[in-house]
């Protein structure tokens, strides 16, 4: 069964561009990663598949089920994390879970403990006495507690220092292992290239790429390094180029016998040849305009 999955979906703020027919089928199991800079639509998306916004045109269904005539039932197989949880004044942790829970009418006590533990919360103190990190902990455990089968989670990293990130990405691959699809929205590359099977780029509110995460960092291009001095001034092909201590460093996708013939007219104290990470296609196809099938 699909995930999810969404036909020409569509959404306008009045006449302001939210997303424009967008296409996205999503794998019951998935670990997928939904990939834009802020403003590219990622959480407009988030909210019109959760039914917070009505869509502008076209449809998308979570297991089967419309997102705006079934959207109460599609909840409650739903874990939703937005990019920043507001809560409750005067609140402490533990009752802001405990509502979280009763919402659902589940009782999650033993896995709301041991999230908190594992996450390093305090679940005594107070709503205002929490640091931008340890809110995003609460929104966190709020999201997972109840075991959904689909996990929507909206730049969840923000906020968390590198030693929680690390714990929260294995409770992830965890939960990925029981059979949870998860969503991801990030605009942190080596997040979606470490953790997803397959991912998405969204710009502008429009998708531009979708396929497994080795296939979008497939590209005939090469990140080259060069040490020392060469005139590379009239090479085809070189893109994304900056100057680095000593020499220069470069995407490349034209004749790798030109490349080398220029080369070979320089002094060369230094070459490597490798392959651009996720990040570096990403930017490609922002800069550039490229679009893949």
Same mark, same amino acid.
């Not at 997928?32 to 019109?48: D, E, H, L």
């Not at 929507?152 to 220092?161: F, I, M, N, Q």
């Not at 007219?265 to 490798?274: K, M, N, P, Y």
């Given at each position: 069964? /699909?995930?999810?999955?969404?036909?020409?979906?569509?959404?306008?703020? @009045?006449?302001?561009?939210?997303?424009? +027919?967008? /296409?996205?089928?999503?794998? %019951?199991?998935?670990?997928?990663?939904?990939?834009?800079?802020?403003?590219?639509?990622?959480? &407009?998306?988030?909210? &019109?598949?959760?039914?917070?916004?009505?869509? &502008?045109?076209?449809?998308?269904?979570?297991?089967?089920?419309?997102?705006?005539? %079934?959207?109460?039932?599609?909840?409650?197989?739903? @874990? !939703?994390?937005?990019?920043?949880?507001?809560?409750?004044?005067?609140?402490?942790? #533990?009752?802001?879970?405990?509502?979280?829970? +009763?919402?659902? =009418?589940?009782?999650?006590?033993?896995? $709301?403990?041991?999230?908190? %533990?594992?996450? *390093?919360? +305090?679940?005594?103190? =107070?709503?205002?006495?929490?640091?931008?990190? /340890?809110?995003?902990?609460?929104?966190?455990?709020?999201?997972?507690? #109840?075991?959904?089968?689909?996990?929507?989670?909206?730049?969840?990293?923000?906020?968390?220092?590198?030693?929680? *990130?690390?714990?929260?990405?294995?409770?992830?691959?965890?939960? #990925?292992?029981?059979? &949870?699809?998860?969503?991801?929205?990030? #605009?942190?590359?080596?997040?979606?290239?470490?953790?997803?099977?397959?991912?998405?780029?969204?710009?502008? @509110?429009?998708?531009?790429?979708?396929?497994?995460?080795?296939?979008?960092?497939?590209?005939?291009?090469?990140?080259? $390094?060069?040490?020392?001095?060469?005139?590379?001034?009239?090479?085809?092909?070189?893109?994304?180029?900056?100057?680095? +201590?000593?020499?220069?460093?470069?995407?490349?996708?034209?004749?790798?016998?030109?490349?080398?013939?220029?080369?070979?007219?320089? *002094?060369?104290?230094?070459?490597?040849?490798?392959?651009?990470?996720?990040?570096?296609?990403?930017?490609?196809? !922002?800069?550039?305009?490229?679009?893949?099938?």
């Amino acid at each position: 069964m /699909n995930a999810i999955k969404t036909t020409d979906l569509t959404k306008y703020y @009045g006449k302001a561009r939210g997303i424009i +027919d967008l /296409n996205l089928t999503i794998e %019951e199991g998935e670990f997928f990663g939904f990939i834009g800079p802020n403003g590219a639509g990622k959480s &407009t998306t988030i909210r &019109t598949l959760l039914g917070l916004l009505k869509p &502008t045109g076209g449809s998308a269904a979570i297991f089967g089920k419309d997102v705006v005539k %079934e959207k109460e039932s599609i909840l409650a197989d739903v @874990g !939703y994390l937005p990019s920043e949880a507001m809560f409750y004044p005067g609140m402490r942790v #533990h009752q802001i879970l405990k509502l979280s829970a +009763d919402v659902r =009418k589940k009782d999650c006590r033993e896995e $709301t403990k041991i999230l908190c %533990e594992r996450l *390093q919360l +305090d679940t005594d103190k =107070k709503v205002e006495e929490l640091s931008f990190g /340890n809110r995003k902990k609460v929104g966190i455990v709020c999201a997972l507690q #109840h075991n959904p089968k689909l996990l929507v989670l909206d730049e969840p990293t923000s906020g968390l220092d590198p030693l929680m *990130q690390k714990e929260f990405f294995s409770i992830l691959q965890e939960r #990925h292992q029981a059979g &949870t699809t998860i969503f991801l929205s990030s #605009h942190i590359l080596s997040e979606v290239q470490r953790n997803c099977g397959r991912a998405a780029i969204i710009r502008e @509110g429009r998708l531009i790429a979708c396929g497994s995460v080795e296939d979008l960092a497939k590209t005939s291009a090469k990140r080259i $390094t060069v040490y020392g001095d060469v005139k590379l001034e009239q090479l085809a092909g070189i893109k994304a180029r900056h100057v680095i +201590d000593g020499g220069c460093s470069f995407l490349y996708s034209g004749d790798m016998n030109e490349l080398v013939q220029c080369l070979s007219t320089g *002094q060369i104290s230094d070459l490597s040849v490798a392959e651009p990470d996720l990040e570096e296609i990403f930017m490609h196809y !922002y800069t550039d305009g490229g679009e893949v099938e």
